[in-house]
Nanobody, 115 residues
Framework: QAQLVESGGGLVQTGGSLRLSCAAS????????LNWHRQAPGKQRELVAT???????NYADSVKGRFTISRDNAKKTVYLQMTSLKPEDTAVYYC?????????WGQGTQVTVSS
């Protein structure tokens, strides 16, 4: 059964850094577009960063220049390097893998940025 497992969340002070990882057990991992989303309490889930199967990346305006998404197809893992963290980055972060006919989500990992 295809699944995604996030790790790396935690509590960090403003200005700090974290690296999230998402390990996938899916066939043909390299063909998936991979996304990181987040959902803060009382807010809608938002797309934070995307990396295509061809390694093209896109970011939400709120994280550009601070977050970097990357993938390691050999390890079937996608990463989100987060720097210069702000309290407004506090949220549950979800990994997502998409390709035609398939949309897989992880269970989420909590990131809390203290002021």
């Amino acid at each position: 059964q295809a699944q995604l497992v996030e790790s790396g969340g935690g509590l960090v002070q403003t200005g700090g850094s974290l690296r999230l990882s998402c390990a996938a057990s899916v066939p043909f991992f390299r063909l998936y577009a991979l996304n990181w989303h987040r959902q803060a309490p009382g807010k809608q889930r938002e797309l934070v960063a995307t990396i295509s199967s061809g390694d093209s990346t896109n970011y939400a305006d709120s994280v550009k220049g601070r977050f970097t998404i990357s993938r390691d197809n050999a390890k079937k893992t996608v990463y989100l390097q987060m720097t210069s963290l702000k309290p407004e980055d506090t949220a549950v972060y979800y990994c997502n893998a998409r390709r035609s006919g398939s949309d897989i989500w992880g269970q989420g990992t909590q990131v809390t940025v203290s002021s």
